[in-house]
């Protein structure tokens, strides 16, 4: 199991550009969310996702965020106009069944560190 | 809505102990530990359900008082691989998101 793919891994951008970001979760997983992290706020929950379909997207600062899974397989996360408050470490993660507690666990992808200037 | 956690940063030295405590204003269903080191994605540690069953593993072992609505995760003759940033996430139904903490930033000194 690859665990959840995540890219681009840095990104620098101008600020008024589009950024995507990808994620690919783990197979078998129907839960997938986006997290931003930064110094101030710590980790913040975007918007997550049940069987492709949006659940909660309360944690979107704004419109000029918006999150798709057209499949089970793949989720973007889209930023247009970035703006250099966006700089941030953006997480993918989904969730199922772990193998040691049996419970339903988070398991995060390795970020996308989004600078945005 | 975020819990709170205490302290906010922890120095120790090799061996010591260490407690660190998340607290939530709602009713909780379950409690997340995750362990997140500098650069890296935070890496799940344990989960604590409503029961209030201590769990543990190796020297590291957690609480869960649901009436309380607060956590504890203890760390016990720290070890200088210990040293990240510890992250509760409370979900307050199954099924729901995480909401994490601010995070404690814990450093084991030799």
């Known amino acids: 199991d690859a665990g959840v793919i995540q890219s681009p891994r840095h990104e620098v951008t101008e600020m008024g550009q589009e950024v995507t970001l990808r994620c690919k979760p783990i197979?078998?997983?129907?839960?997938l969310f986006w997290y931003r992290q930064t110094m101030m706020r710590g980790l913040e929950l975007l918007i997550y996702?049940?069987?492709?379909?949006?659940?909660?997207d309360s944690g979107m600062p704004e419109d000029r965020f918006s999150a798709k899974m057209p499949n089970a397989s793949f989720s973007t996360l889209k930023i247009q106009p970035s703006e250099p408050r966006d700089s941030a470490v953006y997480f993918c993660?989904?969730?199922?069944?772990?193998?040691?507690?049996?419970?339903?666990?988070?398991?995060f992808g390795a970020g996308s560190r989004l600078t945005v200037l | 809505q975020q819990p709170v956690q205490s302290p906010q940063a922890v120095i120790l030295r090799e061996g010591e102990d260490a407690v660190i405590n998340c607290s939530s204003s709602?009713?909780?269903?379950?409690v997340h530990w995750y362990r997140q080191k500098h650069g890296e994605a935070p890496v799940f540690l344990m989960i604590?359900?409503?029961?209030?069953e201590q769990k543990g593993h190796d020297k590291i072992s957690a609480s869960f008082n649901e009436k309380k609505q607060q956590s504890s995760l203890y760390l016990t003759a720290s070890q200088l691989s210990y040293s990240g940033t510890y992250f509760c996430?409370?979900?307050?139904?199954?099924?729901?998101?995480?909401?994490f903490g601010k995070g404690t930033s814990l450093l084991v000194t030799p």
């Open positions: 993660a989904s969730k199922g069944r772990g193998r040691l507690s049996g419970a339903n666990v988070l398991t």
């Open positions: 197979s078998g997983h129907d839960y």
């Open positions: 996702f049940n069987n492709n379909v949006p659940i909660d």
């Open positions: 709602k009713a909780l269903y379950s």
């Open positions: 604590l359900l409503k029961g209030g």
């Open positions: 996430g409370t979900e307050s139904n199954s099924g729901y998101a995480l909401n």
